[in-house]
């Protein structure tokens, strides 16, 4: 191997190396996302008190929020029951032990 091809190979790894460093050190554009995705869990069971309805529970496990729908099979329709909070539940519930 001759020394203009050493030089060229020497150069093309001096380019490779600073593209590298330009790509991975430049600043990633902002998200549009306040927080990261939430970890889910939906429960889901009968009603006492109405005969053709069941009730969804949809609770966000990050924020400790709960959301209560009650899917009606005769009308094919969801209501909203309420949002609840745990998150001050189940801080009272660390310090009862």
């Given amino acids: 191997m001759d020394n203009k091809s050493l030089a060229t190979l020497i150069l093309l790894n001096v380019v490779l190396i600073a593209g590298l460093a330009v790509v991975t050190l430049t600043p990633q554009p902002v998200q549009a996302q306040l927080r990261g995705r939430g970890e889910y869990t939906m429960l889901s069971g009968r009603t006492k008190s109405r005969s ?3 009730v969804i529970y949809l609770a966000d496990l990050n924020s400790g929020k709960l959301a ?3 899917y009606e ?10 949002r609840f909070d745990l998150s001050h539940d189940l801080e009272g519930a660390g310090n009862a032990r």
């Fill in 73 to 82: 099979s005769q009308n094919e329709r969801l209501t909203d029951l309420g």
């Fill in 52 to 54: 053709n309805a069941d």
């Fill in 68 to 70: 209560a729908i009650i």
